[in-house]
């Protein structure tokens, strides 16, 4: 096998022009040669190959009778686009763009890049030194070795290359660069979750603000209608109509309703600071993009969610689960490896000379000068007292805890859409109640007042009536609020969002200019886009035994 590494050649190279003088030790070389050959195509890996886990499935949703859902293939790249707002499609635009918490998940990709690269970088030589010093020396005359004969005060000059790699005989290294490949795919797997997070965040807090803007309206409407009851009441009492009674009940009404409003308008500001942060804006700031009439958005009549099969494939946070037991699948590997003897190659190749002469190098760019040592080399750890052992052990319990959580987050995914499922359709039923009490309650106040005007009932009447109307009157606008709310939930169970269609950098430009003045990152800035679809990485026995260094 021809050495591929440059600094395998260079020994090749510089050990056969010293042979050409130096016969005898061909024979070293042939035998040095055979043992690189064995140990490379005498390569073998232990420890387990990842399969993907198997875990529960479910043939189709509970609630898939339902008119509103339909059970069919959806794409939900873009899935708030269904609400046909303008003003949340810009929001979720901007979210995407600034948001620091998907920065910090773009920048721990570019970071397991860079340890992906360390990883890679192993499976060459893992010692290389070039060097070399000068030095003007004199024995000491009182030295027990000192001679008259000999020169007291001479110059030593030497250079050369030193270098130690360690054979990847059990594939811990291929192992690590497995590992590293699965640790990189979480981390994408992880921003992709994060988006998912954040459209849906994003979408939520916009309607929050939407519903408190339409329940303060609200309140304000009623508390004009009741002011009008009062002066009603305060009219009548001052013709002797009615006693003082009906006064101070409209006055306890009237507070009461006002009261409402502080608390509401509270939660306005609190959902408004929610969305600022969302998208990495101090808080008030998002106040000039909340334009356009404000209305709670409108779910549309009917809602396709796919199939259970997709959404295992489809949710980021499953996926990452998986690399994450990939990741400790490789690890077993890496433990196990260091049960058995390590295998190394070393060599040292250089130039030594003195010289008696202070302004000669004497012959140190002559052959004779020529100086190396290299041979193979083992070591293997006999007496470790179970470490090792327990070590493989400790490794393999991790990864049986990350097949759990595998496990534990495909049922939690179905958990969750179907939480968000009924929740959606239970509150769009509550809705349509709420609305018809709204109704009636509307002209239940009408009728009392009418009445109580004509005497025919007292403001009792007209209390009760005009509280039930604010009671019934919020909790209808909180209801669709609500089934806005658990559709967006719906989406972000069955993992929409991280698919958008604009080619996105993972951090924004000028914070890779940042990074650039700061270090030298290759090619690893600007980051690649993020991939179609992720895979699982390849085995330790599929790896090169050479990979491309991201120089």
């Known amino acids: 096998?021809?050495?591929?590494?440059?600094?395998?050649?260079?020994?090749?190279?510089?050990?056969?022009?010293?042979?050409?003088?130096?016969?005898?030790?061909?024979?070293?070389?042939?035998v040095l040669t055979a043992c690189i050959a064995l140990a490379i195509g005498g390569c073998t890996t232990v420890g387990p190959d990842f399969k993907h886990p198997e875990t529960a499935s479910m043939e189709n949703w509970i609630e898939r009778g339902d008119s509103a859902i339909k059970a069919a293939p959806t794409d939900l790249r873009n899935w708030w686009k269904v609400f046909n707002d303008p003003t949340l499609d810009l929001l979720v635009e901007k979210a995407l763009?600034?948001?620091?918490?998907?920065?910090?998940?773009?920048?721990?990709?570019?970071?397991?890049?860079?340890?992906?690269?360390?990883?890679?970088?192993?499976?060459?030589?893992?010692?290389?030194?070039?060097?070399?010093?000068a030095a003007?020396?004199?024995?000491?005359?009182?030295?027990?070795?000192?001679?008259?004969?000999?020169?007291?005060?001479?110059?030593?000059?030497?250079?050369?290359?030193?270098?130690?790699?360690?054979?990847?005989?059990?594939?811990?290294?291929?192992?690590?660069?497995e590992a590293a490949d699965a640790n990189m795919e979480s981390s994408v797997a992880a921003y992709q979750q994060g988006m998912v997070s954040l459209t849906a965040e994003v979408a939520s807090a916009y309607i929050d603000v939407r519903t408190f803007e339409e329940r303060i309206k609200l309140a304000e409407n009623n508390v004009k209608l009741q002011q009008q009851s009062l002066h009603i009441?305060?009219?009548?009492?001052?013709?002797?109509?009615?006693?003082?009674?009906?006064?101070?009940?409209?006055?306890?009404?009237?507070?009461?309703?006002q009261a409402l409003i502080p608390g509401l308008v509270t939660g306005l500001r609190q959902a408004r600071h929610s969305l600022s942060i969302l998208l990495g804006m101090v808080p008030g700031e998002v106040n000039q993009q909340l334009v356009?009439?404000?209305?709670?958005?409108?779910?549309?009549?009917?809602?396709?969610?796919?199939?259970?099969?997709?959404?295992?494939?489809?949710?980021?946070?499953v996926r990452q689960a998986e690399f994450s037991a990939a990741l400790e699948s490789a690890r077993i590997g890496i433990a196990e490896a260091d049960l058995y003897p390590s295998f190394s190659l070393f060599g040292s190749i250089g130039l030594q000379t003195s010289s008696t002469h202070d302004s000669s190098l004497g012959d140190f760019t002559n052959s004779d000068s020529?100086?190396?040592?290299?041979?193979?080399?083992?070591?293997?750890?006999?007496?470790?007292?179970?470490?090792?052992?327990?070590?493989?052990?400790?490794?393999?319990?991790?990864?049986?805890?990350?097949?759990?959580?595998?496990?534990?987050?495909v049922l939690q995914a179905y958990q969750e859409t179907e939480d968000a499922i009924v929740g959606f359709l239970q509150s769009k039923q509550a809705a349509r109640y709420f609305a018809e009490s709204a109704k009636a309650a509307q002209r239940s106040v009408d009728l009392a007042n009418i009445q109580y005007r004509e005497g025919a009932v007292d403001f009792q009447r007209v209390v009760d009536?005009?509280?039930?109307?604010?009671?019934?009157?919020?909790k209808e606008t909180e209801a669709r609020g609500s089934i806005v709310l658990n559709l967006v939930a719906t989406y972000k169970a069955l993992g929409g969002g991280w698919e958008t269609e604009k080619d996105r950098q993972l951090i924004p430009e000028q914070m890779q200019e940042?990074?650039?003045?700061?270090?030298?990152?290759?090619?690893?800035?600007?980051?690649?886009?993020?991939?179609?679809?992720?895979?699982?990485?390849?085995?330790?026995?599929?790896?090169?035994?050479?990979?491309?260094?991201?120089?």
Not at 138 to 165: L, T, V
Not at 239 to 255: F, Y
């Open 292 to 317: 356009g009439p404000g209305v709670i958005p409108v779910a549309p009549a009917e809602t396709a969610v796919g199939i259970p099969a997709e959404l295992l494939r489809r949710r980021p946070d």
């Open 370 to 409: 020529l100086a190396y040592s290299i041979g193979p080399g083992f070591n293997w750890n006999i007496f470790n007292y179970g470490r090792l052992k327990n070590s493989v052990r400790a490794q393999d319990a991790a990864f049986q805890q990350q097949l759990v959580n595998y496990q534990n987050t």
């Open 233 to 257: 009441a305060q009219v009548r009492f001052d013709n002797g109509a009615t006693t003082e009674l009906d006064v101070q009940q409209a006055k306890s009404n009237l507070a009461g309703t």
């Open 514 to 551: 940042t990074m650039r003045e700061r270090s030298d990152w290759g090619n690893i800035l600007p980051p690649e886009k993020l991939p179609d679809g992720l895979e699982l990485p390849a085995p330790a026995k599929d790896q090169p035994l050479f990979p491309p260094i991201d120089w």
């Open 97 to 133: 763009d600034q948001n620091l918490s998907l920065q910090i998940a773009g920048l721990r990709i570019i970071e397991a890049r860079a340890q992906l690269g360390i990883v890679r970088g192993a499976l060459y030589p893992q010692t290389q030194t070039a060097g070399g010093s």
């Open 1 to 30: 096998m021809e050495p591929t590494d440059s600094s395998a050649k260079s020994f090749c190279w510089l050990a056969d022009k010293h042979l050409e003088t130096h016969r005898p030790a061909r024979c070293s070389r042939l």
């Open 465 to 474: 009536s005009e509280r039930t109307l604010v009671l019934q009157q919020d």
């Open 136 to 177: 003007k020396q004199r024995i000491s005359k009182n030295s027990p070795n000192y001679s008259p004969a000999a020169k007291s005060s001479f110059s030593q000059y030497q250079a050369g290359f030193d270098a130690a790699w360690e054979v990847d005989f059990w594939g811990r290294y291929r192992r690590g660069l």
